[in-house]
């Protein structure tokens, strides 16, 4: 019966609501105020001489059963299945879900935490071939590799200097590739640059960009991604960021290029643990 709260909140003044432990009290006040002018209609209406005495009673009454009606079905409607709901364990869903008797022919699977990869059903069929996958289960926490003996050493402003650089080279080869894009580019052109990116990444960051973040993770420990980026009023900016950071921390973790752009991934990731290191 949350409406009963929500529509005595917006009459009370301001003062009034601030002493109201929660919503659930609000909510009974307004039981207990509908249940009154129910009383208080039926005792008017016993006292009341002629008809034009018994139309404000009759009114009270009414009003007091029809909000009593609906409160009580919104309690059963909304209310109990919420509860139970409650009461449901939260199952992780699996990464894929193909037929009972399918065939499944997997290789290179590296997972982070507990997940079921693929589900199978009775009653139907299907197959797939799983290749180079990559999965990191809800709520979990996952480890990095130990610093180097080159990392321990460096201070904290010395180890932040150092992730500053390499995400600026990383932020200007992404630029290099954005300068290239043209709307005269076909999909073959567009899917070269792309590889071209990758492989200039793996080969001249990936290994530099992971010693980093294992000596950053030893000292701040995991960290987690919000759902939208800090201060970014722009919601799909918001969001994007957040789904490439969060692909930046899998490239870091698998040790290979995760998503649809890792080089910007890393650096957002990188400059956001980086943000929680001390001076």
């Not at 991934?265 to 400059?271: D, E, R």
Request: with cysteine; glycine share 6%.
């Amino acid at each position: 019966m949350a409406w009963f709260g929500t529509f005595i909140e917006s009459l009370l003044p301001n003062y009034v609501a601030a002493f109201l432990p929660s919503r659930e009290m609000v909510e009974t006040v307004a039981i207990l105020w509908l249940f009154l002018a129910f009383l208080v209609g039926r005792w008017c209406l016993r006292r009341a001489k002629g008809r034009r005495n018994v139309v404000l009673p009759i009114a009270m009454i009414a009003v007091s059963l029809l909000g009593l009606l609906v409160g009580t079905v919104w309690l059963v409607k909304i209310t109990v299945p919420t509860q139970l709901a409650a009461q449901t364990p939260d199952v992780s869903k699996p990464a894929f879900d193909i037929g009972g008797s399918g065939n499944v022919t997997a290789s290179n699977i590296k997972l982070c935490g507990e997940m079921t990869v693929v589900k199978t059903q009775p009653g139907s069929s299907g197959s797939m071939q799983l290749n180079d996958f990559t999965g990191i289960a809800s709520n979990t926490k996952c480890s990095f590799p130990p610093p180097t003996e080159a990392t321990k050493g460096l201070s904290n402003r010395e180890l932040k200097q150092r992730i500053a650089t390499l995400c600026e080279a990383l932020d200007a080869l992404q630029k290099g590739v954005d300068d290239q894009i043209s709307p005269r580019l076909n999909f073959e052109q567009r899917r070269a640059l792309d590889r071209h990116r990758e492989d200039v990444f793996k080969s001249h960051y990936l290994e530099q960009a992971m010693e980093l973040n294992n000596a950053l993770a030893a000292r701040v420990g995991w960290i987690d991604i919000p759902d939208l980026k800090p201060n970014e009023k722009n919601e799909i900016k918001a969001q994007s960021w957040s789904t490439l950071t969060r692909e930046g921390r899998a490239t870091m973790i698998f040790g290979k290029p995760r998503g649809l752009n890792p080089v910007i991934g890393v650096s957002n990731y990188l400059k956001f643990i980086a943000e929680k290191l001390p001076e």
